[in-house]
Structures are given as structure tokens and as C-alpha cells.
């Protein structure tokens, strides 16, 4: 798994930014892809970022990036909570949330569970209104569909557009992707 890959989707979180970022990696071998996910969680614990391959489908896996303990925070949000119990997840705990995510993912095939956004970090309110408006009757699209405060999510949108771009400016200019990645006490 390369920095590049890393970097170009995931720059937000590993800034502290964001709760956490998902992409497809493509492998030649699954053993290899394994052995690069442990590597990584080796190299980022320390900053507070976790890596976990939450489904896999023939050559490639989608990798989830985030910051526990952003995750944490943000799933006791009444708002999500009240959204995930709706789903039939039990909110005791982020990782038996994660848990009850993977096993969704990995039983719908190419589809998304429609409230990964939570994982995600995206605003509760815009999570419900795409699940309640059937993905329909939404304000603007970046990241995500947005069904609440417009203003806010399109900022956050050009802070995390912006974000990505000096990361890979950075990785560009030689500094790694362990340097460039805030630890979690100051980002969180």
C-alpha cells in the first residue's frame, strides 16, 4: 500500500480533520495486502490513525482509515446513535459498531450500509436525510450528499480538497506520510 495511495485518499484524517476516509486497494496477493495494512497500523498507532480492511472482493479491498478516537466521539452523538439503533446496531461501543459495519459490508455485495457516513464523519443530519429522502432532495454534493447546513459542509468540503492537496505536495517533496500525520492529541 503506498503513500501515494494513502495521501491522495486519505490526507484529512491522517490531518486530524476528518474522522476517517475509505478507498478501494487493488492487491496481487492477499498475503502482501495484509502484511502492508499491520506495517501501517504499526507506523500510525502512535499518531491515533487505525487502518482496517473491511471488505474484500476478488483483487482488492476497501480499506477504512479513521482515528478511534474520533469515531468514539462522534457515534455519541445522539443524533447517530439514535440513527444506528434505527439500523439495528448496538452503540455500546465504536468497535462493536465497526464490527456490525464490516459484517453489513461484507453481506451486501458492491453496496454501502447508507450509514458508513457516520464512520465517516459526516454530520448526522446529513446521514438521516439521505436515508429518509431516498438520496433525493439534497442541498449541494462533495464528499457527501448534504441535506443540512450547506455553508458549513461546503467549507468543510474546500478544507479537506485543500488538505489533500499540500499533503501530496508534501509526499511530492519527500516527507513521509509517519511525519506528515498529526498525533491524535493534537488533532483530537
Request: proline share 3%; glycine share 6%.
Given at each position: 500500500?503506498s503513500e501515494?495511495?494513502?495521501?491522495r485518499?486519505?490526507a484529512p484524517?491522517?490531518?486530524?480533520?476528518?474522522?476517517?476516509?475509505?478507498?478501494?486497494?487493488?492487491?496481487a496477493c492477499?498475503?502482501?495486502?495484509?502484511?502492508a495494512?499491520?506495517r501501517?497500523?504499526?507506523?500510525l498507532?502512535?499518531?491515533?490513525?487505525?487502518?482496517?480492511?473491511?471488505r474484500f472482493?476478488?483483487?482488492?479491498?476497501?480499506i477504512?482509515?479513521?482515528?478511534?478516537s474520533?469515531?468514539?466521539?462522534?457515534l455519541?452523538?445522539a443524533d447517530?446513535?439514535?440513527?444506528?439503533?434505527h439500523?439495528?446496531y448496538?452503540?455500546?461501543s465504536?468497535?462493536?459498531?465497526i464490527?456490525e459495519?464490516?459484517?453489513?459490508?461484507?453481506?451486501?455485495?458492491d453496496?454501502?450500509?447508507?450509514?458508513?457516513?457516520l464512520f465517516?464523519?459526516?454530520?448526522?443530519e446529513?446521514?438521516?436525510?439521505f436515508?429518509?429522502?431516498?438520496?433525493?432532495?439534497y442541498?449541494?454534493?462533495?464528499?457527501?450528499k448534504v441535506?443540512?447546513?450547506?455553508?458549513?459542509?461546503?467549507q468543510?468540503?474546500?478544507k479537506?480538497?485543500?488538505?489533500?492537496?499540500?499533503?501530496e505536495?508534501?509526499?511530492?517533496?519527500g516527507?513521509s506520510?509517519q511525519?506528515?500525520?498529526?498525533?491524535?492529541?493534537?488533532?483530537c
Amino acid at each position: 500500500m503506498s503513500e501515494d495511495a494513502i495521501i491522495r485518499n486519505c490526507a484529512p484524517t491522517l490531518a486530524g480533520i476528518k474522522t476517517g476516509n475509505l478507498f478501494r486497494y487493488s492487491y496481487a496477493c492477499a498475503d502482501d495486502m495484509r502484511e502492508a495494512v499491520r506495517r501501517w497500523n504499526r507506523a500510525l498507532r502512535e499518531k491515533g490513525v487505525r487502518i482496517l480492511p473491511l471488505r474484500f472482493c476478488k483483487n482488492h479491498a476497501l480499506i477504512y482509515v479513521y482515528r478511534p478516537s474520533k469515531l468514539t466521539s462522534d457515534l455519541q452523538n445522539a443524533d447517530a446513535r439514535r440513527i444506528l439503533r434505527h439500523c439495528g446496531y448496538c452503540t455500546n461501543s465504536a468497535d462493536i459498531c465497526i464490527v456490525e459495519l464490516i459484517r453489513r459490508l461484507r453481506a451486501s455485495g458492491d453496496a454501502f450500509p447508507h450509514e458508513i457516513g457516520l464512520f465517516l464523519g459526516y454530520p448526522p443530519e446529513d446521514v438521516s436525510g439521505f436515508i429518509e429522502q431516498k438520496a433525493c432532495g439534497y442541498k449541494c454534493v462533495g464528499c457527501w450528499k448534504v441535506y443540512g447546513d450547506e455553508q458549513k459542509c461546503r467549507q468543510l468540503f474546500a478544507k479537506y480538497k485543500k488538505c489533500t492537496r499540500v499533503y501530496e505536495e508534501q509526499l511530492r517533496k519527500g516527507v513521509s506520510v509517519q511525519k506528515m500525520t498529526v498525533s491524535c492529541k493534537k488533532a483530537c
